[in-house]
């Protein structure tokens, strides 16, 4: 179990640097495939001038408020019982380490959702770090909530789920820069939403997507049948330890 779980992990991990070379290939190196099929710059591809240098000439620059809606998350009062229990799922910063979220760090019930700054995000929601884990990216693959230091941007027609994602890992390390605070160090939800990237046409975008949602979904199954191995693991462990399960020895 322990090696399939291993397995399916370095597979994730290959699949999630194929979709971000890919990514790179495409809208950083500027080699997305032109109407004959070859590589756009190095073929003479036009190139204009902008504000974050030279870009293909049918790419523009423009923030994440003007492409998506972002969500600062919030957490409930902890000494309301009322606030927390069977309900919504609610995730704290710590889950932004997990390639995919599967599931709830906790639940919180509708008065918890009602009563506070938390709001839910739909599944395919990219989430980034905003403190502590700041520039930590994520992707929801579940309905949920967050705590106050996470932000969630919203896919939609302008920026499909896949190609939002791979844009904002990219864009992570840039965004992160703006961190401020002695004791710890943060950025806030303007800062994500003033950031400037280079938008690619709607066409590769979207060819992009067809190619890329393919990877997140194998990386998704694989996540789902990892953590089915794990629960099954932690299941037999116990059991076979104590001896209520055998494992019979053939001498």
Not at 3 to 29: C, G, P, R, S
Not at 49 to 73: M, Q, R, W
Not at 181 to 188: E, L, M, T, V
Request: charged share 25%; with cysteine.
């Amino acid at each position: 179990l322990d090696n399939k779980i291993e397995l399916n992990n370095k597979i994730n991990n290959n699949l999630e640097e194929l979709a971000q070379t890919l990514y790179k290939h495409w809208f950083v190196d500027f080699e997305f495939p032109n109407e004959e099929g070859l590589p756009y710059k190095s073929s003479g591809g036009k190139m204009v001038e902008s504000e974050l240098g030279l870009i293909p000439s049918k790419f523009k620059v423009t923030t994440i408020e003007d492409n998506a809606e972002t969500v600062l998350g919030g957490t409930p009062r902890r000494k309301n019982v009322d606030y927390w229990g069977r309900g919504y799922s609610w995730i704290n910063s710590g889950a932004l380490n997990q390639l995919r979220i599967l599931e709830g760090t906790e639940e919180i019930t509708q008065l918890g959702l009602d009563n506070s700054a938390a709001k839910m995000m739909p599944r395919g929601t990219t989430l980034i770090g905003i403190t502590g884990y700041v520039g930590i990216v994520s992707m929801l693959e579940i309905d949920s909530s967050a705590n106050q230091s996470v932000v969630g941007i919203i896919p939609n027609e302008n920026l499909p789920k896949s190609y939002l994602y791979s844009m904002i890992k990219n864009e992570a390390p840039i965004i992160s820069l703006k961190q401020t605070g002695s004791a710890q160090q943060h950025i806030n939800k303007n800062d994500i939403n003033t950031h400037k990237f280079i938008k690619p046409n709607r066409r590769l975008i979207y060819k992009y997507e067809k190619t890329v949602c393919h990877i997140n979904e194998m990386i998704y199954k694989n996540l789902i049948e990892s953590n089915k191995l794990e629960k099954l693991r932690d299941i037999l462990l116990p059991k076979l330890m104590s001896g209520e399960i055998r494992v019979p020895i053939k001498e």
